[in-house]
């Protein structure tokens, strides 16, 4: 599939590309209404790339499925951003429209509305708090010391605002073993690792008395 990102509409085209994906947008928009949605099902690894690629599982009205692989690579990526969007902020998309591109039908989707001015977002962060970056520009801001998480880290210490749900700063770049110290540390959660039933601090002073050891 090509996928055509508009990040000010807040939008996204899918363009069939691939065997069968013309069959499968053609039906479904036959049956799907503006405003309903494709509901996400999960994702598979895309093997066509060494880089960690995946492909998202949508299924629309009747059960239609509706299998999303990017065609090129910058499509791929913007696969990703979809999976993220669904798996953080909105739980699949919403249908728009079709349209015509060349001879073929394309839809336009969005991932959800702003809940202040109802624009249409594919932001993953933006949705998952329901507000855009525009909205999020004016916001009063009410921060508070939390743990936070992202497609690229699984839990992480910051200042984040408990109404537009941005961070005051941006995260520091730091190992996995560093967010979770952080994580103990100053929030106090308790931490451990199912394969070791280690807790990170646990794991740290073992990797200290390691690296301090007699090499023989
Ligand atoms: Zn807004
Ligand atoms: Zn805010």
């Not at 880089?51 to 239609?64: A, E, Q």
């Not at 999020?136 to 497609?151: D, E, L, Q």
Request: proline share 3%; charged share 25%; with cysteine.
């Amino acid at each position: 599939m090509k996928i055509v990102s508009d990040v000010k509409l807040g939008t996204y085209t899918f363009v069939p590309k691939e065997k069968g994906e013309q069959e499968i947008l053609s039906t479904l928009v036959k049956s799907i209404k503006p405003g309903e949605k494709l509901k996400y099902e999960g994702c598979s690894q895309d093997n066509r790339e060494k880089k960690d690629f995946r492909i998202v599982h949508l299924t629309g009205p009747n059960n239609l499925k509706l299998i999303l692989a990017g065609s090129t690579r910058e499509d791929r990526f913007d696969v990703n951003n979809i999976r993220n969007l669904c798996f953080f902020g909105s739980g699949g998309l919403i249908f728009l429209g079709a349209i015509t591109v060349g001879d073929k039908t394309a839809i336009v989707v969005t991932g959800k509305y702003c809940k202040l001015c109802g624009a249409a977002m594919i932001d993953w962060g933006a949705s998952e708090w329901s507000t855009c970056d525009a909205c999020a520009a004016k916001c009063t801001h009410k921060y508070v010391r939390h743990v936070v998480h992202g497609p690229k880290v699984d839990m992480d210490v910051a200042d984040f605002c408990t109404i537009c749900g941005r961070t005051k700063t941006k995260l520091k770049q730091r190992s996995r073993l560093e967010r979770h110290l952080a994580v103990e540390r100053e929030l106090g959660l308790s931490i451990v690792y199912k394969d070791t039933m280690l807790t990170p601090s646990q794991v740290a002073h073992i990797r200290k008395m390691a690296a301090a050891a007699p090499n023989n």
